[in-house]
T-cell receptor, first 117, second 110 residues
Framework: NAGVMQNPRHLVRRRGQEARLRCSPM?????VYWYRQLPEEGLKFMVY????????ESGMPKERFSAEFPKEGPSILRIQQVVRGDSAAYFC???????????????FGAGTRLSVL | ELKVEQNPLFLSMQEGKNYTIYCNYS?????LYWYRQDPGKSLESLFV?????AVKQEGRLMASLDTKARLSTLHITAAVHDLSATYFC??????????FGTGTRLQVFP
């Protein structure tokens, strides 16, 4: 059973370009979470999705950021018109059924490190 | 807003010594998680503490949870170099997201 897969591992963008980060949850997991980690800081919650639904996006910046988790395919975190302040590590986590969600055991991917030049 | 504070932020300790990392949080929660992160890597789950008084041990690490005091501790016994990493606690808000502490960067030297 493969773990949470994120790609790319590293992404370099120039200011104003778009960044698309992908996350494939563990097999059988239908809950996906995105977190952002700035250098020397802890992880900050961004968004929680289930298949085709955004459950909680309270941590998402109001502009330029969007997330989706379609019925088929990976979850996508999209950042439009990137700025230098978007440079960070973006981690995806997944959890399985409701019982596990109730325990909130989240399994983390290796992260995508975004660098904005 | 829930706040999670860890101390110390940086810890440099000699091999063989013992030390404790503290995690305080500001609101009611009875679920707390400890993670380890190596530089440039993802988070590895260490402990899941699900009730008041929970104590779990794995090797040289032992974690405990006191929900009344809103405090968790991660105790390191007879540290070895392989334990050098950043350790995060994370609190479950009983909603959906985890709130992470600022992390404790541990460096173990000979």
């Amino acid at each position: 059973n493969a773990g949470v897969m994120q790609n790319p591992r590293h992404l370099v963008r120039r200011r104003g370009q778009e960044a698309r980060l992908r996350c494939s949850p563990m097999k059988g997991h239908s809950h996906v979470y995105w977190y952002r980690q700035l250098p020397e800081e802890g992880l900050k919650f961004m968004v929680y999705l289930q298949k085709e639904n955004i459950i909680d996006e309270s941590g998402m910046p109001k502009e330029r950021f969007s997330a989706e988790f379609p019925k088929e395919g990976p979850s996508i975190l999209r950042i439009q018109q990137v700025v230098r302040g978007d440079s960070a590590a973006y981690f995806c986590a997944s959890s399985p059924d409701l019982q596990q969600v109730a325990k909130n055991i989240q399994y983390f991917g290796a992260g995508t490190r975004l660098s904005v030049l | 807003e829930l706040k999670v504070e860890q101390n110390p932020l940086f810890l440099s300790m000699q091999e063989g010594k013992n030390y404790t990392i503290y995690c305080n949080y500001s609101t009611t929660s009875d679920r707390l998680y400890w993670y380890r992160q190596d530089p440039g890597k993802s988070l590895e789950s260490l402990f899941v503490l699900l009730s008041n008084g929970a104590v779990k041990q794995e090797g040289r690490l032992m974690a405990s949870l006191d929900t009344k005091a809103r405090l968790s501790t991660l105790h390191i016994t007879a540290a070895v170099h392989d334990l050098s990493a950043t350790y995060f606690c994370a609190v479950d808000t009983n909603t959906d997201k985890l709130i992470f502490g600022t992390g404790t960067r541990l460096q173990v030297f000979p």
